[in-house]
């Protein structure tokens, strides 16, 4: 069973900053590629951010130079750093991890960007 535990995520106005993480167990966190994906009502979900196990990163156009993706190898932990936040922003997040051909989802986190 894979775990992927969310937290973080909430209501903030534009310009705003918010910060996800998503823990997973140490055999998952040390192995495998982690992301986030972000799905607004009445669209498919999109890849936001990626963060291979050796700490490359890669961003979805929308949000590079705004986004930031982290490991926290000591807690087996990735972390989503939103700045600048956008009401085109607001989504269900979800923590993702792929492994083979299956892929695993986290619970998902609110994150609406309002006045």
């Known amino acids: 069973q894979v775990q992927l535990v969310e937290s973080g995520g909430g209501l903030v106005q534009p310009g705003g900053s918010l910060r996800l993480s998503c823990a997973t167990t140490?055999?998952?966190?040390?192995?495998?590629?982690m992301g986030w994906y972000r799905q607004a009502p009445g669209k498919q979900r999109e890849l936001v951010a990626r963060i291979t196990s050796s700490g490359s990163t890669n961003y979805a156009d929308s949000v590079k130079g705004r986004f930031t993706i982290s490991r926290d190898n000591a807690k087996s932990m990735i972390h989503l750093q939103m700045n600048s936040l956008k009401s085109e922003d607001t989504a269900v997040y979800y923590c993702n991890v792929r492994i083979g051909i299956d892929n695993f989802w986290g619970q998902g986190t609110q994150v609406t960007v309002s006045s």
């Open positions: 140490r055999s998952i966190f040390s192995r495998y590629a």
